[in-house]
DNA sequence: AAGATTTATGCAATCGATTGTTTTAAGGTG
DNA sequence: CACCTTAAAACAATCGATTGCATAAATCTT
C-alpha cells in the first residue's frame, strides 16, 4: 500500500470488512462491534496513521462540515477578530471555514458564494449584509442556513449576531454630554448599511434625549467606514459647523481619519475637538491621542454567530438576535470643551437665532 | 426531481447517459460529443440550474481544488493584504482557500494543518514559518505542495516569497545616514522567526558598511512583532543607549509600541528621535507622526505565493524564491538628529572610548 | 434440543461525478 | 454488398466512506 491509507487498508489490516471497520471508527456506531474487533481496527488505524477522507465522507453523508465566510474587507480591522472567533467556535465542533474577501463588491461577492455553494458547505455567515441585499436574500429563499454577523438586512432574514449599538451610542453622547459638550457632530457610515444607519438613527435619539438640540448636532455621511471618508467629513464640519467640540466617527477607521484631517488644520485633539470612534479595533489604544471607543469582542462575536449557524445547521431553534454587551472605553481622545470654545458656540447658536 | 440538481438529473433531461453529459459539460472533452448533443445538455443544465458538486469531483480527480492557508495572527495588519492577495490569485482558477489561525501555537497550527489535509487540500501556503518549524519539514517529508510566504525555514524546502528585505534595510539605513545619525539603533523581532532574523543581519551588515560604529548601533531583542515588545525594548534603548538618535523597528507594530513608549517618556519624535518601521501597514500613514517605513505589497506577495502553489500544484516548475520589490517610504517620524543630540552623542561614545 | 432472540459481521448500494472500455450506428472503401 | 474505420453514446468501475439489510453465529427460552 502506497500513499495515503484509505479505510480499506484499515479494514484490510484488520482482518475485517471495510464496513465494520467504518462502524468500529466512528463514536456512535462502535457499540454496534465487538469490543475485540473495535480493538484490532483502533490499533491498526493508529498503525497506519489513518485519517478519515473528510470528501468522501462529506459526499456521503451529505454534510461537508465546512462553512463559508463573507467578509467585505479583511483589511478592515475589525474583521480578523471575528474570524479569529469563527475559527475558534468551529474548530472544536469540526468544521472548517472558507473565508472570502469580497469587497463590498456584488459580482465578487456572488462568486464567492457560487463557490462556496458547489463546495457544499453546510451554511453560510454573512459579515457583510447592506440593508437590502440580494444574496443574502436569496440564500434565504434557497433555505440555506446562514447568520449574519456585525451588520444585518432591514428584513429579518436570518439570525444576527452584533455588539449592542444603541447601547453604545447612547453611552458616548452621555460621556461627551458629561463633559459638557453641548454641539456634537456624528459622522455616520454609509446608510445603505445597518450598522451606519441604525448608529446615527440611535445619536439622533439620545442627543436629544440628554438635552442637546437638534440644530447643534449635525450628522454628516461617510461615503466608506474608512479613513479618507472620515477625512472628508471632517472637513465639512469644521468648515459649516464650527460651534462642534466634539466628533462621534462611525468607526475607528473614521475616527482615524478625523485625527489626521484634525492635525492637518491645526485643531487639537482633544483640547479643541473631542473625537469619539466605534469599535475599539487593535491599534485604537494606540494612537496618539488614544481614541475613545466603544469596545465590542470581535472575537466573541465570530464565535457566537458560528455556534448560532452550528445549531441552525444541526436543527437546533435558537434566538433569532444577539446583541453582545459593549464598553465605552474613555482614552485621551475626548476632555471636557475648552471654556473659550463653549461660549463662542453658545454664541454661534444664538445668532442663529 | 427535488433539491439540487445533480448531473444524473441534467442527463435524464437531456436524455442521454450520464458519461455523456459530463463529457458535454467539460471543456476538454466536450469534442467527443456531437455538436447537437452537447447543446441539449448545456441547455439542460442551464435550464435546470445545474451546478457540479464540487466535493464529488475533487474525490474522484484526486484534486480537491483546495489550499490551506496558515497564517499566524490574522489580527497583525500585514497578514489580510497577503491573504486578499492569496483569493485574488486562487479565484480565478477555480480555487478556493481554508484560511486558519495558528496563534503562533504549535498545537493550533497542528490541528488545522490536520483538518485541511483531511480535507484532502492540494497544496499549503504557510505564512507561519519558523527558522526551525517542525510541522514544515513535517510537509515536505510527505512531499505536499507548500510556498512559504513572508517567513521561511533555513532550510530551503518550498519555494520560498517575501519582500526584499535586505535592500529595505539599506534603504533604511541610508535614509539615516544621510539624514546625519551615526547612533541608530534597531529593534529586532523574534530571532526564531526569520524576518526578524535576517532584518537584524542586514541591519549589523550595513550600517557597518555606511560608516557606523557598531559599538553605537545597539540591537535590542522584541519578544514579539507586537506594539507591547516594541514599548518595553524602547524603554531599554533609552536607559542604556542615550546616545541613540534612531529606532529602526523590526515591524511596524514594534514601531507603534515604540512611538508610544517615547511619548510616555517625553522624547519627541521625530525632533528628538527617529522611528522607522517596515512593512507599511494599512495604518502606518494615519499614525502621529505619519510612520517612515518600508512598503511591501501583501496583496503582490499573497498573489505570487498562491501562483508559485498552483503551478507547484501543476507539476510546472517555478523559481524557488521571489523577492519583491520593497519601498522607502519617507514620511514624518524620521528627521536629521537635534544638533545637541549629536554632539551629545559624540561625547558619549569618545567618553566610551 | 428446537426455536426465538440477540449480537457481530459481511454484503452491497449509495453519495455525485469522471473516465477507460465496450457497444452501436453511421459512413467509407473496394 | 461485405468489410473496415470512425464517431457517438452507453456501460460500468471508481474515488473513500457510510449505512440499511442480510446472514451467520452465539446466547437465551421453555
Given at each position: 500500500m502506497v500513499g495515503i491509507p484509505t479505510l480499506d487498508d484499515v479494514a484490510r489490516a484488520a482482518q475485517v470488512h471495510p464496513g465494520t471497520a467504518s462502524r468500529a471508527l466512528n463514536e456512535e456506531t462502535?457499540?454496534?462491534?465487538?469490543p475485540a474487533t473495535v480493538g484490532r481496527v483502533l490499533a491498526a488505524a493508529d498503525r497506519l496513521g489513518y485519517t478519515p477522507n473528510a470528501v468522501a465522507r462529506g459526499l456521503r453523508r451529505q454534510r461537508s462540515m465546512t462553512v463559508g465566510v463573507l467578509i467585505p474587507?479583511?483589511?478592515?480591522?475589525?474583521f480578523p477578530p471575528i474570524v479569529r472567533g469563527i475559527e475558534e467556535s468551529l474548530s472544536p465542533r469540526g468544521f472548517t471555514a472558507f473565508v472570502a474577501n469580497t469587497d463590498n463588491d456584488d459580482y465578487r461577492e456572488r462568486r464567492a458564494f457560487e463557490a462556496f455553494r458547489a463546495r457544499q458547505v453546510d451554511g453560510f455567515i454573512f459579515a457583510n449584509a447592506r440593508r437590502d441585499h440580494g444574496l443574502i436574500q436569496e440564500a434565504f429563499n434557497l433555505g440555506i442556513p446562514s447568520v449574519l454577523a456585525n451588520r444585518r438586512t432591514d428584513k429579518s432574514l436570518f439570525p444576527w449576531v452584533a455588539g449592542d449599538d444603541d447601547d453604545g451610542v447612547e453611552q458616548i453622547v452621555k460621556h461627551l454630554v458629561e463633559l459638557g459638550h453641548t454641539h456634537v457632530a456624528h459622522i455616520a457610515g454609509p446608510q445603505n448599511n445597518s450598522a451606519g444607519f441604525a448608529r446615527a438613527e440611535s445619536f439622533r435619539h439620545f442627543v436629544k434625549q440628554h438635552g442637546l438640540r437638534e440644530l447643534d448636532c449635525p450628522v454628516v455621511i461617510a461615503d466608506a467606514f474608512d479613513t479618507e471618508s472620515g477625512g472628508s467629513a471632517t472637513k465639512q464640519i469644521l468648515h459649516h459647523f464650527p460651534?462642534?467640540?466634539a466628533i462621534f466617527a462611525g468607526n475607528d477607521m473614521i475616527a482615524v481619519g478625523v485625527l489626521g484631517a484634525l492635525r492637518e488644520a491645526g485643531v487639537h485633539c482633544p483640547v479643541d475637538m473631542s473625537v469619539v470612534g466605534f469599535n475599539?479595533?487593535?491599534?485604537a489604544k494606540d494612537l496618539a491621542p488614544s481614541l475613545t471607543t466603544v469596545a465590542v469582542s470581535g472575537q466573541q462575536l465570530g464565535a457566537m454567530a458560528a455556534t448560532l449557524l452550528l445549531d441552525e445547521i444541526a436543527g437546533v431553534d435558537r434566538e433569532r438576535t444577539v446583541l453582545l454587551p459593549v464598553e465605552l472605553v474613555v482614552r485621551e481622545s475626548t476632555a471636557p470643551p475648552r471654556v473659550g470654545a463653549l461660549s463662542l458656540a453658545r454664541q454661534a447658536s444664538a445668532a442663529r437665532e
Open positions: 462502535r457499540s454496534k462491534v465487538s474587507d479583511l483589511t478592515n480591522a475589525i460651534a462642534v467640540t475599539d479595533m487593535p491599534l
